[in-house]
């Protein structure tokens, strides 16, 4: 089975993420206001069958995308 949508984040990297909550078309986000890395998304979906991925962006700023490449592929 492969997750066709998921996202992994650091905190600082993420700016609508630091500082209080604003209104988002998503509702309220408190539960995700922190780093949510690699391993913990690995730990979530262990032992369900899942054997690959697709990563889909978190949101940095737009002049960082090519850092927001970077680390996503040195933690894949």
Not at 32 to 58: C, F, L, T
Request: glycine content about 6%; cysteine-free; proline content about 8%.
């Amino acid at each position: 089975m492969i997750d066709s949508h998921h996202h992994i984040w650091r905190q600082a990297d993420l700016p609508w993420l630091l500082g209080p909550e604003r209104p988002r078309i998503f509702g309220p986000y408190a539960a995700i206001k922190r780093n949510y890395p690699v391993e913990e998304y690995r730990s979530d979906i262990k032992g369900i069958g899942i054997k690959k991925s697709v990563y889909v962006q978190a949101n940095w700023a737009p002049n960082w995308f090519k850092d927001e490449i970077a680390w996503v592929q040195s933690v894949a």
